[in-house]
């Protein structure tokens, strides 16, 4: 601003902002988030002026951390990496949770934080911390740039850093993708105005590829680096697909008759080789203890029994890992670490695999407390049992819910144009122990497994995946992963509200913490302060005083009633659990 209070005609900051972005939208960037402030001005009035034109989708959100899992959010969802502008200041730190995420679970971010120049860096000047580096080895790419001061060649600079940031987010020409971090020091003045400015020429659309079925002999990432591997038959084999691995663990599994042990958000929990009570037989000798050869993708990490037998000798451990600096390798035991695995032709063990598949639907059906309906005894003309039926039935709608009988619940409402996530925490571990195959959507944030960031990071994933207007974003945590992540209730005044389930299961507290071992040898009231930390938070209110709406489920007629009741915006349900 000058000191009359009017916006200059010139400013270097807009200039050198409003480029960077257009060319980042020109690479393909298709939303930024924006957080309030003043120092980062230039890029928040630049992204408004690309959202006006019609050129990006704008989302505001006034807590850096709900906006960098936001962002997280939309990038799994697109595959995109979104931009998070920020300014400078405790505003850069509150984004690490979410790049340290996205380092970890490869998911491409662009962060842009406003900076003050040189000169007024080292002097304390108000708002003002080394955010050179603040990131550390989390990011692909990391750039400190001169502030911008309108001489010649800029513009040009600031197409090449779009170029260049876009490209290593995607993990162009390196092992993987992940976040990447400029940070913009700017000088006064910071902003100018751009309702006259002309939209920049789009760039020609890249063509597209040629559409073909998959083939799990081919590398389905065009940045892999490491040889592929032919899997002999013949030793008694399990393929176990962790976090991110996608359908190629079950393709593999398919070709080779083998068991199939995906977790919930592998994106590989479907087909008919998959074994649900995975954990329970990895623990029988039977069967875990005869296994010669693992085949593992992705990052398991819901289970000790998995980790338990890759440190196993006598047990060859393959891992495929297409892309990444770090792959998963327990005990640092892996035979092979591969690009692709595929199955040399011959005959398929089906007694291995039947014996797998076997025993797992015993032990599914053990745990099962619901039993098909006595429809004899409904059309009985003995009035004792007609009424001994309508009873039972009765009580079975007004039952109690449970954990198990909430995941499956949920699972069971959800459907291949939806989208589910799960808190990483114990309600993930119940619904991997619950459910059955079906080819959905399923993320939770289990690069680090933190409970950070869960509500925001589907709230991006809505936002981004009902642009099409199909489908419903259901999100099932606990109580303390939803109240570590209420902010991401507030979104900001003229956004569309995406169409999303909150399921909470409310037990009081971390009940995840009463399975460890020290919850059983040490005293309960520590335990209860410092590990289960109590809460009695009133979520009504929280629902209501956010603008959402609130449904309360406490049988399971009840919950399934609420879970397919038509949803058009945002709705909070609590589900009682015990503890």
């Known amino acids: 601003m000058t000191r009359a209070g009017r916006m200059p005609d010139a400013s270097p900051a807009t200039d050198y902002a409003l480029a960077l972005l257009e060319e980042c939208i020109r690479q393909g960037v298709t939303d930024i988030v924006v957080c309030p402030g003043s120092r980062s001005q230039a890029l928040a009035l630049a992204a408004a002026a690309l959202e006006r034109s019609g050129e990006v989708r704008l989302h505001v959100r006034i807590d850096e951390r709900v906006a960098g899992f936001f962002a997280l959010g939309l990038a799994v969802e697109t595959g995109a990496p979104a931009i998070v502008i920020v300014t400078s200041g405790t505003a850069v730190a509150n984004l690490h949770p979410a790049v340290l995420e996205a380092h970890s679970s490869d998911v491409p971010l662009l962060l842009i934080t406003a900076d003050r120049p040189l000169e007024l860096r080292g002097i304390r000047s108000n708002q003002t911390t080394h955010q050179v580096g603040i990131f550390g080895e989390a990011v692909r790419f990391a750039r400190d740039v001169d502030a911008p001061t309108g001489a010649a060649g800029e513009h040009a600079d600031a197409l090449e850093l779009g170029r260049s940031a876009v490209a290593a987010a995607l993990g162009t020409g390196r092992a993987s993708a992940g976040p990447v971090h400029i940070n913009l020091p700017l000088r006064e003045p910071l902003s100018r105005p751009l309702s006259d400015r002309t939209p920049a020429p789009k760039a020609p659309a890249p063509a597209a590829p040629e559409s073909h079925a998959p083939d799990i002999a081919e590398p389905q990432n065009s940045r892999m680096t490491r040889p592929g591997i032919l899997l002999e038959r013949g030793k008694r084999t399990v393929v176990i697909a962790g976090h991110g691995s996608g359908p190629t663990a079950e393709a593999l599994a398919h070709a080779g008759g083998w068991p199939l042990i995906a977790e919930v958000s592998s994106g590989a929990r479907y087909g008919r080789n998959l074994v649900v009570a995975y954990r329970e037989l990895l623990g029988e000798p039977q069967f875990g203890g005869r296994i010669e050869r693992a085949v593992v993708f992705g990052h398991p990490t819901l289970s000790r029994q998995v980790p338990t037998l890759l440190a196993t000798d006598g047990v060859e451990v393959i891992i495929v890992a297409p892309t990444g600096d770090e792959v998963y390798n327990p005990g640092r035991r892996a035979a092979h670490i591969v690009g692709t695995a595929n199955v040399v032709d011959g005959g398929i063990d089906r007694a291995w695999l039947g014996s797998w598949i076997t025993a797992s639907r015993e032990l599914v059906d053990a745990r ?90 589907a709230l991006g994933i809505a936002s981004a995946s009902q ?83 609130y449904v309360k489920a406490t049988t399971r007629s009840s919950l399934d009633q609420a879970l397919t009741a038509p949803t058009a915006s945002a709705v909070l349900i609590e589900v009682p659990l015990p503890r």
Do not use: C
Request: no cysteine.
């Open 368 to 457: 099962s407390t619901d039993k098909a309906p006595d429809l004899e005894a409904a059309h009985s003309h003995d009035p004792a049992t007609r009424l001994a039926y309508v009873k039972g039935e009765f009580e079975a709608v007004r039952a109690p819910v449970d954990r198990r009988s909430l995941a499956l619940a949920v699972w069971g409402a959800t459907w291949p144009h939806d989208r589910l996530v799960l808190g990483a925490s114990r309600l993930i571990r119940d619904v991997d122990a619950a459910v059955p195959g079906k080819k959905i959507a399923v993320h939770s944030n289990r690069g680090l497994a933190g409970i950070d960031g869960t509500i925001s990071t």
């Open 467 to 549: 642009n099409d207007g199909a489908g419903i974003t259901r999100v099932l945590l606990g109580d303390l992963t939803l109240l570590h992540d209420a902010g991401a209730f507030l979104t900001a005044s003229g956004e569309r509200m995406p169409r999303i389930q909150v399921i909470v299961g409310n037990d009081g507290g971390g009940t995840i913490f009463d399975g460890l071992e020290v919850a059983q040898s040490t005293d309960r009231h520590d335990v209860d302060r410092v590990l289960y930390t109590p809460q009695s938070v009133n979520l009504e209110a929280l629902a209501t005083a956010y603008g959402w709406d």
